[in-house]
């Protein structure tokens, strides 16, 4: 017949369990990631979830202006133009939103979803105008919060909000594909296989680049001398530059290039700010 164990000695067994158990509870970010780690390490957690939990932490620390599509490289439609010239647009790109654009960049007019026009393609009205069928445009600033943004988008159910900086001028846009990147990893559909936008140029000399660009494309988009044959992506040569796996902010130096870290998970790098040295 087993022991009983008194009620009192049973309160005290379970308060000291609970004790022991939020004994070692982080008390800094940084603690929480390796705790979070090391429950990886010992099979507690599946190694995609861990990246998932710090990608979404890593988020409420990243703005609008990282991940941003840029002024120049965003697909737009003319506020004047016809149904055989949006079409034309929105076949190329292959985008499925698409900012308006009045007398010049700065001037937005709202979105236009690429499906709004498919009942219209049975119609035969010759008198098409586009200020019919957009929508209004979401305008946030540069440094709106990645978590914030994402809870708008949700609410408001948009999928596409224009960036605009501390003067009002466009700067770029941001779709929550690119935020939920962020959290999940890349997001690639059948339009992403030759897709060569591993590069984004934010200004003169300062890019966002994927971490999983290889070393071919980087030295061929930028002149660069890098090594080829001993890393395949420009994120080996960043690790063995830094000697371990960096936290987001931390930064490194090499040949004529700066490299800060924007995103990474528990296991790899996945998007660098590259700024030219000279």
């Known amino acids: 017949m087993s022991e009983q164990i008194p009620p009192e000695k049973s309160t005290r067994t379970l308060m000291a369990w609970l ?64 149904m055989h010239e949006l079409l034309e647009i929105v076949i190329d790109s292959k985008h499925s939103r698409f900012p308006v654009i009045g007398v010049d960049m700065d001037d937005v007019k709202g979105i236009l979803h690429a499906k709004d026009l498919l009942p219209l393609l049975l119609e035969a009205d010759q008198n098409f105008d586009i200020k019919d069928h957009i929508r209004v445009a979401t305008i946030i600033p540069e440094s709106k919060r990645l978590n914030v943004l994402l809870q708008e988008f949700r609410a408001t159910r948009n999928h596409m909000a224009v960036v605009v900086d501390e003067y009002g001028h466009v700067s770029g846009a941001v779709t929550i594909e690119d935020v939920l990147e962020q959290i999940v990893g890349e997001i690639e559909d059948e339009h992403d296989v030759d897709d060569d936008s591993f590069v984004k140029k934010l200004e003169e000399n300062l890019y966002n680049v994927k971490a999983s660009t290889t070393i071919e494309d980087f030295n061929e988009y930028f002149d660069g001398k890098f090594d080829e044959d001993t890393f395949d992506t420009i994120a080996g040569i960043v690790l063995k530059a830094f000697g371990h796996l960096p936290d987001r902010g931390e930064s490194v130096t090499l040949d004529d290039f700066h490299f800060e870290v924007l995103s990474a998970d528990s296991r790899r790098l996945r998007l660098l700010r590259v700024k030219r040295v000279t």
């Open 19 to 82: 004790s022991d158990l939020f004994s070692d509870e982080p008390e800094n970010r940084s603690e929480l990631m390796e705790m979070l780690r090391d429950a990886a390490n010992r099979q507690l957690m599946d190694g995609e979830a861990l990246n998932i939990i710090f990608g979404a932490l890593q988020v409420s620390d990243m703005h609008a202006r990282d991940i941003m599509i840029p002024r120049s490289q965003l697909s737009y439609i003319p506020a004047g133009s016809k």
